[in-house]
């Protein structure tokens, strides 16, 4: 299963009631978020679930400017002992979550990873704020999580 960004489509759920916004109108952005948001609208354990339906504030390291981060997942679960637990899910390929290797040379590539790596890091932090100022828990989900190798 790729993680492209070609991937997209309206996610369905057969359980709408347990979506939190429009249920007909659940966009996934890659096979990775289509699997993701299968597997929350059947587990049982799910109470609600969101994928993108608010912003956190976060200041870009690229421009010193403040944008919107949409995170990928909000959701809602009982735990085992029946708490409610709140937790937000972003959905990246393991790869994206480390900094970029150092190279030899110094590419538009590299360069651009570079910076993708360095937003992404302002937008995670901004998110583990967020979340804890409101007693929930920030998770990165990638294919290991979600046993796609």
Known sequence: MSHSKYYSGKFKPKNPQKYMGDPSNIVYRSSWEAKVFSWLDGNENIVGWASEEFCIPYKSPKDGQWHRYFPDVLVKSRTPDGKLKTLLLEIKPEKQTRPPEPRKRVTKQYIN?????????????????????????????????????
């Open 113 to 149: 990873e570079v910076v993708t790596y360095g937003v992404n890091e302002a937008k995670w932090k901004a998110a583990i704020e967020y979340c804890a100022d409101r007693g929930w828990e920030f998770r990165i989900v990638t294919e290991n999580h979600l046993g796609i190798n």
